[in-house]
């Protein structure tokens, strides 16, 4: 089972109501300048067409590849990476302040990709208005990811045998099976990347937002980062304080903890999504058709699974990792609750079709089978920065312990690790301490976060030493633009330098 440590922000829409996104479709990149040189703009209208069939009115799209050393401790080194970049622009801009960096998460969500749907505009879930008139929204495919020499390394063989494996190998056969999976993905990559796998390190990434930055001629950062963008975002103003002019990290990771703390917190934290959902489900039975009881609806679905799983139309069977991989994908959004609902009852009618789109939708699987690169880059940045991986005893010992504790997630979230357990490359942990001689940081914090717990919000702040903590009472992974406050707060931020309201919380709706 793979599951993304830090979760990623995707987007919840498309204009054209195609429903699908393609994190690698787009323009053909050109060949990057050498590091340093001035970036080669040109129109990428192509990029917002292939994505949603068409570019947001009143917004110019134009696109780059920025040149940086694959080795930010060797600049000199010579062999360099292509980050792709995109600008957006809006024709009623004025009083333009600079540019506005996004990461949507992952890691290895597409920056470019993600930059595009919000630059559809808040009714479609995209960025405020106040925004796009004063900021250019810059996009970037952090190296390794989507277009950004992107590291592909796990077939699509064994991505499927890994999304499909079961969430909970209780014998030892299934589990020392889930092993010899893990290890053939781990070995495959190194012996593809070999030395170069710890340059995708979130430090290294990190120094490249500074290249980006310079190239596009603004003198301090404004950034707006989800959920693993956080980690990126506080890496940058521990690196380069006195370079940051506006941070907003929404859906904080806590660089303090360790690796096997960052996943039990998001084992704890997607339990009580689920359970959120289970009590939603109970309280509103028209809306959900595995009411009342919804935890045992989709407990008993996984168990028959186990045993019998339904074959869909496409030749896969929809096994119990298949429905746990539909479940994680539901919790992202409280919209997706619904239709978790239905996929559930439609499953005890024989028809798998509901989980396998979810599901789809979480691991970016295309309908020909094939997978974007958001895992392969997933681990590869995950296992650079990781130093404390557990080992495959300490990952089954765990496996009992969190189930007793989190009896739908915590087992899973424990052989999540496996992968960093046999990463072959050499690690570069992030760093984690004080951004002495930045400005005022703003931490947003969803308090029903399933990916990025709640609890993240204030330790981040903390950590940084000048993060201040917005609170949405909400459900769902990250908060910004969900509602009026916080997009107040937020943009108020933003344009204005105004931090917001100590203690402020934004209500759910």
Not at 488 to 493: E, P, T
Request: charged share 20%; glycine share 10%; net charge negative.
């Amino acid at each position: 089972m793979v599951v993304a440590t830090a979760g990623c922000t995707l987007p919840a829409f498309a204009p054209d109501g195609s429903g699908e996104d393609s994190p690698v479709a787009g323009g053909t990149p050109t060949s990057a300048a050498v590091p340093g040189t001035t970036p080669d703009w040109r129109n990428c209208d192509d990029v917002p067409r292939d994505l949603v069939g068409r570019g947001a009115t009143g917004m110019s799209y134009d696109c780059a590849e920025i040149a940086v050393p694959r080795d930010w401790n060797d600049p000199q080194g010579g062999e360099t990476y292509a980050i792709s970049v995109i600008r957006i622009h809006s024709s009623t801009q004025k009083n333009r302040i600079g540019s506005l960096l996004i990461n949507p998460g992952g890691p290895g969500g597409s920056g470019v990709d993600t930059a595009v749907y919000l630059s559809y505009g808040e009714a479609l879930g995209g960025l405020p208005t106040e925004i796009t008139n004063q900021f250019d929204i810059i996009g970037f495919d952090p190296r390794g990811v989507g277009r950004s020499d992107p590291i592909k390394c796990i077939s699509n063989a064994d991505q499927d045998a890994s999304f499909a494996a079961p969430p909970d190998p209780v014998s030892q056969a299934d589990f020392d099976s889930l092993v010899a999976l893990n290890k053939k993905i781990a070995t495959g990559c190194g012996t593809k990347y070999g030395d170069q796998l710890v340059n995708f390190s979130t430090e290294q990434a990190a120094k490249d937002m500074d290249a980006i930055r310079a190239a596009v001629g603004d003198a301090k950062m404004s950034y707006l980062g989800f959920s693993y963008g956080t980690l990126l975002g506080a890496t940058y103003a521990q690196l380069f304080p006195t370079k940051v002019r506006a941070l907003v990290l929404d859906g904080a990771v806590d660089p303090k903890q360790s690796y096997v703390q960052g996943s039990e917190s998001q084992a704890k934290g997607f339990e009580r999504a689920f359970t959120n959902f289970s009590t939603w489900c109970k309280a509103t039975p028209a809306k959900c058709p595995i009411a009342p009881d919804a935890r045992k609806a989709v407990t008993d679905a996984i168990a028959a699974a186990a045993k019998n799983p339904i074959a869909y139309s496409d030749g896969r069977k929809a096994t119990s990792g298949w429905i746990f991989v539909a479940v994680i994908s539901s919790l992202y959004t409280e919209s997706s609750w619904t239709t978790l609902a239905q996929a559930v009852a439609a499953l005890q009618d024989g028809n798998p079709k509901g989980i396998f789109t979810l599901a789809d939708q979480y691991s970016e699987r295309k309908p020909d089978g094939s997978y974007t690169n958001l895992f392969d880059a997933n681990l590869a940045v995950n296992c650079a920065d990781t130093k404390d991986a557990p080992s495959v005893e300490e990952v089954r010992k765990l496996q009992g312990e969190w189930r007793a504790k989190y009896p739908l997630f915590g087992a899973p979230l424990a052989t999540g690790m496996l992968p960093c357990t046999f990463w072959p490359g050499d690690r570069d942990p992030y760093p984690a301490g004080t951004a002495t001689g930045a400005p005022p940081i703003v931490v947003v914090g969803t308090t029903g976060d399933p990916a990025t717990p709640y609890e993240n919000t204030a330790d981040l702040a903390s950590m940084l030493g000048v993060g201040h903590v917005l609170t949405w009472e909400g459900e769902g992974h990250t908060a910004y633009p969900s509602t009026t406050c916080i997009v107040k707060a937020v943009d108020n931020y933003l344009i204005s330098l105004q931090v917001p309201q100590e203690g402020l919380r934004c209500p759910a709706k």
